[in-house]
């Protein structure tokens, strides 16, 4: 017998006959003499339509009522399931959050669990129910609902399964498994059969949305295996695990991220402690930032950019006209229509020239750099939004990662894939 944690995502419980799929999937193990645990995610594009409905009331929503109404949309996935379930003849049992024990710090919508108190969850399996629970939620000490990040079903799952010493860890999506670059967008991506908890990190954290950046933490910090594999279908994902350096390809994988913005100042002195004033500000609003670059100085003045989450833009914007003034600078910059690529590998460690490949396969293309930075198995550059596809596949074909057979979409409506391209936008 063993213990299995199963997680589907938004677009594998969007409508009642993915849910009565996955109630299918989850009693075959059942049936199979396994205990099943299932973490879900909100149907469909739910969360992104509570997201609209908050701004529309409030444009600056009080974070504890956000968080209280993102976690919506995972309780009813999570009822509906388990009336699914239990509608085929089995027995179901639904957690929210704070019911399941995920005991979380106190920073809405980017919550991070501390402890998962799992009796409730432990008393359901030996009942002999199908425990479902509900993704990207818990709870406070003091008992107010907080949220996991965007895409933090991912890491429910995950902590689940660390936290109840399961066997398999398996997330459900609507592709096969993570591959050598988004396939909507580079459609000569490859699945990978198997991926190592660094380079999976590294990708995840450049933007490739497969997996939430803080599961595969949680899952290299524990131990935990994940299989990532499509919803819609039999076939064996990738198997997200420790490989060893020796087995590294040179490159595993290109990621993409247009959900950040680029701000220049403009002719800013060049004199000890301007970085730190400014950096210091843009801290003080709570405001994070990626990529730093300062300019070569002429005449005492140089110009530094900068890249910010779209999403903390009006943070910033707030802050420029003073920071202009008390700097000293000419004026500044934004432009929100940029892309940074990266790509991952921790070959790269190993393997000089790999920047100036990127670099020169990147101006063959016409495609020109406006930031670079880099990790020992990372090089990211920032080019125009508009170049996104066309760097990625150039960059796909050069370093030799190109498959022979062409991604299809068969599972996804025509409403659902324009969904996924406005992703990060
Ligand atoms: P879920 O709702 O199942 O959590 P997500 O939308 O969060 O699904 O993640 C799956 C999506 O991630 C895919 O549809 C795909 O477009 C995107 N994606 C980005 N990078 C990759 C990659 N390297 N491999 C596979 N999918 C990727
Ligand atoms: N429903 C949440 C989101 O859309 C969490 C998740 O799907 O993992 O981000
Ligand atoms: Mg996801």
């Known amino acids: 017998m063993s213990l299995i944690v199963m997680k589907f995502g938004g677009t594998s419980v969007a409508n009642e006959e993915r849910i009565r799929k996955v109630a299918d999937r989850l009693i075959e193990h059942k049936k199979a003499g396994d205990q099943v645990i299932?973490?879900?995610?909100?149907?469909?594009?739910?969360?992104?339509?509570?997201?609209?409905?908050?701004?529309?009331i409030n444009p600056d929503p009080p974070r504890r009522e956000m968080d209280v109404l993102m976690s919506a949309g995972e309780q009813i996935s999570m009822a509906i399931l388990a009336m699914a379930v239990e509608a085929?003849?089995?027995?179901?049992?639904?957690?929210?959050?704070?019911q399941a024990g995920i005991v979380t710090d106190v920073e809405y919508s980017k919550a991070k669990i501390r402890e998962i108190k799992?009796?409730?969850?432990?008393?359901?399996?030996?009942k002999g129910y199908i425990v479902i629970v509900a993704g990207f939620q818990g709870v406070t000490k003091s008992g107010d609902i907080t949220t996991l990040g965007r895409g933090g079903s991912d890491t429910t799952a995950v902590a689940v399964a660390a936290a109840t010493g399961a066997d398999l860890c398996e997330i459900y999506t609507d592709v096969e498994g993570v591959y050598t670059a988004d396939p909507r967008i580079?459609?000569?991506?490859?699945?990978?059969?198997?991926?190592?908890?660094?380079?999976?990190?590294?990708?995840?954290?450049?933007?490739?949305?497969?997996?939430?950046?803080?599961?595969?933490?949680?899952?290299?910090?524990?131990?935990?295996?994940?299989?990532?594999?499509?919803?819609?279908?039999?076939?064996?994902?990738?198997?997200?695990?420790?490989?060893?350096?020796?087995?590294?390809?040179?490159?595993?994988g290109i990621a993409y991220d247009n959900s950040e913005a680029k701000v220049t100042l403009r002719d800013v002195p060049d004199r000890p402690g301007i970085a730190a004033q400014l950096f210091a500000s843009v801290a003080s609003v709570g405001?994070?930032?990626?990529?730093?670059?300062?300019?070569?100085?002429?005449?005492?003045?140089?110009?530094?950019s900068f890249t910010t989450p779209l999403k903390?833009?009006?943070?910033?914007?707030?802050?420029?006209?003073?920071?202009?003034?008390?700097?000293?600078?000419?004026?500044?910059?934004i432009d929100k229509s940029i892309s940074k690529?990266?790509?991952?590998?921790?070959?790269?460690?190993?393997?000089?020239?790999i920047a100036a490949k990127m670099f020169s396969v990147l101006a063959e293309n016409g495609i020109n750099i406006t930031l670079i930075s880099t990790s020992s198995i990372r090089l990211s550059v920032v080019i125009?939004?508009?170049?996104?596809?066309?760097?990625?596949?150039?960059?796909?074909?050069?370093?030799?990662?190109?498959?022979?057979?062409?991604?299809?979409?068969?599972?996804?409506?025509?409403?659902?894939?324009?969904?996924?391209?406005k992703k990060g936008r």
């Open 341 to 353: 690529i990266s790509i991952v590998g921790a070959g790269m460690k190993t393997n000089p020239g």
């Open 384 to 421: 125009d939004g508009s170049l996104t596809e066309k760097a990625v596949q150039c960059l796909h074909t050069a370093f030799g990662l190109d498959s022979d057979t062409v991604f299809e979409e068969t599972q996804l409506s025509s409403e659902e894939l324009a969904a996924k391209a």
């Open 186 to 252: 580079c459609p000569r991506a490859k699945r990978l059969d198997v991926i190592n908890y660094e380079d999976m990190l590294e990708l995840s954290d450049s933007g490739s949305g497969v997996l939430q950046s803080r599961s595969v933490e949680f899952a290299r910090n524990f131990g935990v295996v994940i299989h990532c594999r499509s919803a819609f279908s039999d076939k064996p994902g990738t198997l997200v695990k420790e490989v060893s350096d020796m087995e590294s390809a040179v490159i595993t």
């Open 312 to 333: 903390d833009l009006p943070l910033v914007k707030d802050l420029l006209d003073k920071l202009v003034a008390d700097l000293g600078a000419r004026s500044y910059l």
């Open 38 to 56: 299932a973490v879900v995610s909100a149907m469909g594009k739910s969360t992104d339509d509570f997201v609209n409905l908050a701004h529309n």
């Open 118 to 126: 799992a009796d409730r969850i432990f008393y359901a399996l030996n």
């Open 88 to 98: 085929k003849g089995y027995k179901a049992m639904s957690f929210t959050g704070s």
């Open 287 to 304: 405001a994070n930032v990626d990529m730093i670059v300062q300019n070569v100085s002429e005449n005492g003045m140089t110009d530094m």
